[in-house]
C-alpha cells in the first residue's frame, strides 16, 4: 500500500532533500499552513486539513476538512490520524520541526503515538530523518554524518549497538542522562540499533 506524506507547516529550506524521500503516489495530506511547501516539493493535496488560522483555505476543489480553532489536536495530529482512518500503514511527516519547539515536541510525539498503534513513522527535517526504534532493529548507512539515540519515553533497557564508534551491549538509557548523542557509523559499515524494551528515538544527521 502507498504511503501517507503529512505535510505540516513548519520551515523547509531543502526541498531537494526532502523531494528524494517522496513518491508521486503518496497519499498527501496537507495540514493548513503546509500548503506553502505544494509548489517547492512538486506536489498538490490528496486531501487539505486545518482550522486555517495561518493560511487561507484555498477553496480549491480537493477534499477539505475544516476544523475548529479550538480543538485538542493540532492540525498535524488531525491529519496523521484521518491517514490511520483511511487505512494508512506507513507515515512519512515533513515540515514538522521548526521555530516553535512547542509544536516540535508534539509534532515528535506522533512517532510515539504511531509506534503504539503498530504503523511505520518517519519524520525528516532539512538535516535528519528520525524514527522510533521499540523492540526492533534499525539500520544506519555510513552515509550518513551522525546518529542519536534519545529517550522519549520511559527506560529504555537491553540497547545493542553494533558497527559504529561507540558500540553498546544491553545498555540502558534513562531520561535524565542522554548519552547517546553523535554516535558514528563505522567506514563500509551499516550500524546495527535494537532495543529490547521501551522506546528511543533515533535522529540520523544527513
Same mark, same amino acid.
Given at each position: 500500500?502507498?504511503?501517507?506524506?503529512?505535510?505540516?507547516?513548519?520551515?523547509?529550506?531543502?526541498?531537494?532533500?526532502? @523531494?528524494?524521500?517522496?513518491?508521486?503516489?503518496?497519499?498527501?495530506?496537507?495540514?493548513?499552513?503546509?500548503?506553502?511547501?505544494?509548489?517547492?516539493?512538486?506536489?498538490?493535496?490528496?486531501?487539505?486539513?486545518?482550522?486555517?488560522?495561518?493560511?487561507?483555505?484555498?477553496?480549491?476543489?480537493?477534499?477539505?476538512?475544516?476544523?475548529?480553532?479550538?480543538?485538542?489536536?493540532?492540525?498535524?495530529?488531525?491529519?496523521?490520524?484521518?491517514?490511520? @482512518?483511511?487505512?494508512?500503514?506507513?507515515?512519512?511527516?515533513?515540515?514538522?520541526?521548526?521555530?516553535?519547539?512547542?509544536?516540535?515536541?508534539?509534532?515528535?510525539?506522533?512517532?510515539?503515538?504511531?509506534?503504539?498503534?503498530?504503523? @511505520?513513522?518517519?519524520?525528516?527535517?532539512?538535516?535528519?530523518?528520525?524514527?522510533?526504534?521499540?523492540?526492533?532493529?534499525?539500520?544506519?548507512?555510513?552515509?550518513?554524518?551522525?546518529?542519536?539515540?534519545?529517550?522519549?519515553?520511559?527506560?529504555?533497557?537491553?540497547?545493542?549497538?553494533?558497527?559504529?564508534?561507540?558500540?553498546?551491549?544491553?545498555?540502558?538509557?534513562?531520561?535524565?542522562?542522554?548519552?547517546?548523542?553523535?554516535?558514528?557509523?563505522?567506514?563500509?559499515?551499516?550500524?546495527?540499533?535494537?532495543?529490547?524494551?521501551? @522506546?528511543?528515538?533515533?535522529?540520523?544527521?544527513?
Amino acid at each position: 500500500m502507498k504511503k501517507c506524506t503529512v505535510v505540516c507547516g513548519a520551515d523547509i529550506n531543502n526541498y531537494e532533500k526532502i @523531494k528524494g524521500y517522496v513518491s508521486a503516489d503518496d497519499f498527501f495530506i496537507f495540514c493548513d499552513s503546509g500548503l506553502r511547501h505544494g509548489e517547492a516539493l512538486g506536489i498538490s493535496p490528496s486531501l487539505i486539513v486545518g482550522d486555517f488560522d495561518s493560511w487561507k483555505n484555498p477553496m480549491s476543489g480537493t477534499e477539505t476538512i475544516v476544523l475548529p480553532r479550538e480543538k485538542d489536536d493540532t492540525d498535524s495530529v488531525y491529519g496523521v490520524k484521518e491517514g490511520i @482512518k483511511r487505512g494508512f500503514e506507513e507515515f512519512l511527516i515533513i515540515g514538522a520541526v521548526g521555530a516553535r519547539l512547542d509544536h516540535t515536541l508534539g509534532n515528535l510525539s506522533i512517532l510515539l503515538y504511531l509506534d503504539s498503534l503498530g504503523k @511505520k513513522g518517519k519524520i525528516i527535517d532539512d538535516y535528519s530523518e528520525m524514527e522510533i526504534v521499540s523492540k526492533s532493529t534499525v539500520f544506519v548507512e555510513d552515509t550518513f554524518s551522525y546518529f542519536s539515540l534519545l529517550n522519549v519515553s520511559g527506560t529504555a533497557k537491553g540497547i545493542t549497538i553494533k558497527n559504529a564508534k561507540y558500540p553498546l551491549e544491553k545498555a540502558e538509557i534513562t531520561p535524565e542522562y542522554q548519552y547517546g548523542i553523535s554516535n558514528e557509523v563505522l567506514k563500509g559499515k551499516t550500524a546495527e540499533i535494537s532495543v529490547e524494551e521501551g @522506546k528511543l528515538l533515533i535522529i540520523k544527521v544527513f
